[in-house]
Structures are given as structure tokens and as C-alpha cells.
């Protein structure tokens, strides 16, 4: 399978603690981006990267977010200090072009 | 703020039937629209696309329409299949490639 993965596809976590996420995209798409879908909508932006420069960031990223992309290849999102409001699919998209392709998407859980 | 909308929650329509899902954006500077379609559990699947320099582009079993006079799309979908059943996304570039403003999707439902 050569489409965009993410590990792990479900998480519960007990408030206050921290997860992380792993994605890695098409390879040799240059774009990674993330984003977060609560039941019933669509996906919201959270950033962005371009190889491994991090170009844009959402309001909804609060200081809590941090996404990191070490060498222009997977990315990591970590949340601290879960709160039950963080609970929601976090899905990572990547493209070579316009044309943005997602993987299967984090379900978390904060209990 | 600028966002795109549906103007149906859900659809439901009978096997062999044509599908027709609308969608209304606000940005006109937009260049460039998506569908996705969405499964139960599963991330967004690119569908179609369609670049605002065109009316119209089809793929297999599906056409987008993009009327930018009233800022419309739309996605149809010819002899829907139960397999199509899930929920459709339209999305917006906005115009600088770094991130896409989904609507809030519209349920179709397939009956046999």
C-alpha cells in the first residue's frame, strides 16, 4: 500500500496525559498536513508543512500542539495534557501537487 | 467568515438511480474544488476535482459542475451503486495551496 498512513488508528488516553501521532505520507510528496474531524463535520485544518519547514499553523493548534516533520519525510503531532475536548479523528493528508490525499485518520479518545 | 456549505444533510436515493450532491462556497478567489467521499471510520477519498477556469469535468460515473456565477458545484453521480453510500465533502483551496476549508458533508444513502 503506497497511500498515506498514520499510527496509530485509535488512542484513549486519560485526561492530563500526552499522545502522539505518527504519519507518513506518499513518498516524495513534499506537503504534509494535518488536520482534525469531530463527528458530524468536516475536517478543520491544523498545519501545514513543506518538506520539513512548517509554513502554516491553524488558531485551532493551541500551545498544547506541536507537529514536527524532522526530515521532510513522516510527521509526529503531539497533544500535552489531553482534554476531553481534544477527543476527534485527526487526520494527516499529503500531495506533490494540488491535489491533497488522506490517510485513514487517529481516533482519539480522552476519558 | 468565508467557508463552504451543503445545502443538503442527507440524501437518500434508489439503486440504479442518478445522485446529484450540491455545494455553495463563498471565497471567489478560489481556483480549485474537491470532492471527497467519506466511508464509516475511514479518511477522505479524493473523488473529482475541477479547476475554476472549467464548467465541467467528468470522471467515471461522476461529474462536477461549477457555476461561478452564483459560486455553485456540484457532484453527480450516475447509476448509484449501495457502494456509494457515505457522506460527501466539497472543498475549497484557498488559493495559496496550504490548506483546504471543507463543508459539512452530506449523507447519501443508497436503498436497494
Known amino acids: 500500500d503506497t497511500g498515506v498512513s498514520q499510527d496509530p488508528r485509535h488512542k484513549i488516553t486519560k485526561r492530563g496525559q500526552n499522545v502522539t501521532f505518527r504519519c507518513d505520507p506518499i513518498?516524495?510528496?513534499?506537503?504534509l498536513y494535518w488536520y482534525r474531524q469531530t463527528l458530524g463535520q468536516g475536517p478543520e485544518f491544523l498545519t501545514y508543512?513543506?518538506?520539513?519547514?512548517?509554513?502554516?499553523k491553524s488558531r485551532l493548534l493551541s500551545d498544547r500542539f506541536s507537529a514536527e516533520r524532522p526530515k521532510g519525510s513522516f510527521s509526529t503531532l503531539e497533544i500535552q495534557r489531553t482534554e476531553q475536548g481534544d477527543s476527534a479523528m485527526y487526520l494527516c493528508?499529503?500531495?506533490?501537487?494540488?491535489?491533497?490525499?488522506f490517510g485513514p485518520g487517529t481516533r482519539l479518545t480522552v476519558l | 467568515g468565508e467557508s463552504v456549505g451543503l445545502h443538503l444533510p442527507t440524501l437518500s436515493v434508489q439503486e440504479g438511480d442518478n445522485s446529484i450532491i450540491n455545494c455553495a462556497y463563498s471565497?471567489?478567489?478560489?481556483?480549485?474544488f474537491i470532492w471527497y467521499k467519506q466511508e464509516s471510520g475511514k479518511g477522505p477519498q479524493f473523488i473529482i476535482d475541477?479547476?475554476?477556469?472549467?464548467d465541467k469535468r467528468q470522471g467515471q460515473r461522476v461529474t462536477v459542475l461549477l457555476n461561478k456565477t452564483v459560486k455553485h458545484l456540484s457532484l453527480q453521480i450516475a447509476a448509484t451503486q449501495p457502494g456509494d453510500s457515505a457522506v460527501y465533502f466539497c472543498?475549497?483551496?484557498?488559493?495559496?495551496?496550504?490548506?483546504?476549508?471543507f463543508g459539512g458533508g452530506t449523507r447519501l444513502m443508497v436503498k436497494p
Open positions: 508543512f513543506q518538506n520539513e519547514a512548517q509554513l502554516e
Open positions: 472543498a475549497e483551496d484557498n488559493n495559496a495551496g496550504n490548506m483546504l476549508t
Open positions: 493528508a499529503s500531495s506533490g501537487g494540488d491535489t491533497q490525499y
Open positions: 475541477i479547476r475554476s477556469n472549467m
Open positions: 471565497n471567489s478567489a478560489s481556483d480549485y
Open positions: 513518498s516524495e510528496h513534499n506537503r
